[in-house]
């Protein structure tokens, strides 16, 4: 296995390995239950959300759909996507890379779980006007990070998974730049399988 990666590889490594992730996943929600409930405590019912980098659908769109809130989903692995319509017929899912993304709606609420730090410093900066354009005015935006600035490989079926990471007061300084609040962030939370987690709230700027 090779130490280094690109986080342009991201893509491909998702499409070659859709079936063997999607085994992987859990179908139901356990370590990340407290904050999706955080999260969807700020949500009217029905909610409109876009769920960035949605995988196969579960156990995170799965939870929310099956709650009743309207979630579209995009990801750039088409065999993903490709079960997420099988299982989810009713609703949108979209091949797309978030970078790029084009849809010319908003939505009350964004969510980039495990999928948003597998870009590079850069691309995560870029995010920000993006999570704002995105974002109607109250939306929560929930996502995960590293904990410090870095770079940090990981590996999925014996090849490297790149990850990166802001710092969280860079973080901090994109989401109100961007006219982002943050409501709570925890650092390896112990009962999230010691994810880093962002709950922030797009705020209405008249």
Request: hydrophobic letters at 40%.
């Amino acid at each position: 296995m090779s130490d280094t990666a690109n986080p342009e590889d991201i893509v491909g490594l998702y499409q070659r390995h859709a079936d063997a992730w999607d085994r992987d996943r859990r179908p139901e929600l356990v370590i990340e239950r407290a904050w999706m409930d955080r999260f969807t405590a700020l949500l009217q019912p029905g909610a409109s959300i876009l769920d960035i980098g949605c995988g196969s659908g579960q156990p995170i769109a799965k939870y929310l759909i099956e709650r009743g809130y309207n979630v579209t989903g995009v990801d750039s692995s088409p065999p993903l996507i490709e079960k997420c319509r099988a299982r989810f017929p009713r609703n949108e899912w979209i091949v797309a890379d978030m970078r790029t993304l084009a849809l010319h709606r908003t939505f009350d609420a964004l969510i980039a779980w495990d999928s948003f730090f597998h870009l590079s410093h850069e691309h995560q900066r870029a995010m920000f006007p993006i999570f704002k354009q995105y974002a109607n005015p109250g939306a929560p935006l929930l996502f995960t990070s590293g904990t410090g600035h870095g770079v940090a490989m990981g590996s999925y079926q014996d090849e490297p998974l790149y990850h990166a990471s802001l710092s969280p007061a860079e973080y901090r300084e994109l989401l109100a730049v961007h006219g982002f609040r943050a409501v709570a962030h925890a650092t390896e939370d112990p009962d999230c399988g010691r994810h880093t987690v962002w709950l922030a709230e797009c705020l209405s700027l008249g």
